[in-house]
Nanobody, 124 residues
Framework: QVQLVESGGGLVQAGGSLRLSCAAS????????MGWFRQAPGKEREFVAHISWSGGSTTYIDSVKGRFTISRDNAKNTVYLQMNSLTPEDTAVYYCAVRTAPGRDFTPLMYDYWGQGTQVTVSS
């Protein structure tokens, strides 16, 4: 069974940057699409970005387009989320997840394995 561990979260001022990492163990993720989600206090978990198994296709929620970049290194069994120009609205716990079925999906229920999350707090 795949285990995922996110890291790289923290406190940053508005306009700053963070790079999140999601390291997989217990199995390979090279054949699967990966997603990043986030959940702010009192809100539902929402889709942020998806990357195909090869890295050749990426999808973003509109509010992060042009600011966030998802990437992966299959040799390292790791997925990244580079976040630039952060705003207080980006404050949330960020989770990475594995989707073992083909294709992308924006629904958390369609992902099979999840990390424990990493807190991102953006101050104004």
């Amino acid at each position: 069974q795949v285990q995922l561990v996110e890291s790289g979260g923290g406190l940053v001022q508005a306009g700053g940057s963070l790079r999140l990492s999601c390291a997989a163990s217990g199995g390979t993720i090279r054949n699967y699409g990966m997603g990043w989600f986030r959940q702010a206090p009192g809100k539902e978990r929402e889709f942020v970005a998806h990357i195909s198994w090869s890295g050749g296709s990426t999808t973003y929620i509109d509010s992060v387009k042009g600011r966030f970049t998802i990437s992966r290194d299959n040799a390292k069994n790791t997925v990244y989320l580079q976040m630039n120009s952060l705003t207080p609205e980006d404050t949330a716990v960020y989770y990475c997840a594995v989707r073992t079925a083909p294709g992308r999906d924006f629904t958390p229920l369609m992902y099979d394995y999840w990390g424990q999350g990493t807190q991102v707090t953006v101050s104004s």
